[in-house]
T-cell receptor, first 113, second 114 residues
Framework: DAKTTQPPSMDCAEGRAANLPCNHS???????VYWYRQIHSQGPQYIIH???NNETNEMASLIITEDRKSSTLILPHATLRDTAVYYC??????????????FGQGTTLQVKP | NAGVTQTPKFRILKIGQSMTLQCTQD?????MYWYRQDPGMGLKLIYY???????DKGEVPNGYNVSRSTTEDFPLRLELAAPSQTSVYFC?????????????FGDGTRLSIL
């Protein structure tokens, strides 16, 4: 599975957009980009995923560059409850590990008042 | 709107004791997973199941057993608890193995072995 690189930490002011970058330069054509987050003491929460096109749902937007080597998760109006560790994960379409998710160190997002 | 439910939320065991961590999902998902997360670390896959009656080992299966008699339930059993099994355990489920199907997680069971 392709490796991802994320900054270890970021700050964001409450009400502003949070833009979380992820590099996945070795991604292959059949690999999806997934974002999860983990709020302290809770289970990982699925946010969004995409293959090539930009995606948007009620939680966030995912912007994938044209060469697919990097992506950005956008939380449009961050709140204090968005403070969490955000994980960018690349998954092949079909994995010999049958869907195992590989969580790296992620980005700790601190939303400040 | 329950999703994936894990019980208990917390438990303290003595070395050598056994227990079963319960996991149930109401989304009619075929695939279910057990992960453990040690402090400051990522999740590691213990066991997974692709459907009722079918289970397989993940990365760190030693010391654990699972069963999958129904689509909804996927219990994880510790037979002889050891301090190295102190961790937070997460159960997850997904519709299938296709990467277009996200996994959904429970809130975890925090287990301490003393």
């Amino acid at each position: 599975d392709a490796k991802t690189t994320q900054p270890p930490s970021m700050d964001c002011a409450e009400g502003r957009a949070a833009n979380l970058p992820c590099n996945h330069s070795t991604i292959s054509g059949n690999e999806y980009v997934y974002w999860y987050r983990q709020i302290h003491s809770q289970g990982p929460q699925y946010i969004i995923h995409g293959l090539k096109n930009n995606e948007t749902n009620e939680m966030a937007s995912l912007i994938i560059t044209e060469d697919r080597k990097s992506s950005t998760l956008i939380l449009p109006h961050a709140t204090l409850r968005d403070t969490a560790v955000y994980y960018c994960i690349v998954r092949p379409l079909y994995s010999s590990n049958t869907g195992k998710l590989i969580f790296g160190q992620g980005t700790t997002l601190q939303v400040k008042p | 709107n329950a999703g994936v439910t894990q019980t208990p939320k917390f438990r303290i065991l003595k070395i050598g004791q056994s227990m079963t961590l319960q996991c149930t999902q109401d989304m009619n998902h075929n695939y279910m997973y057990w992960y453990r997360q040690d402090p400051g670390m990522g999740l590691k896959l213990i066991y997974y199941s692709v459907g009722a009656g079918i289970t397989d080992k993940g990365e760190v299966p030693n010391g654990y057993n699972v069963s999958r008699s129904t689509t909804e339930d996927f219990p994880l059993r510790l037979e002889l608890a050891a301090p190295s099994q102190t961790s937070v355990y997460f159960c997850a489920s997904s519709y299938g193995e296709n990467s277009n199907q996200p996994q959904h997680f429970g809130d975890g069971t925090r287990l301490s072995i003393l």
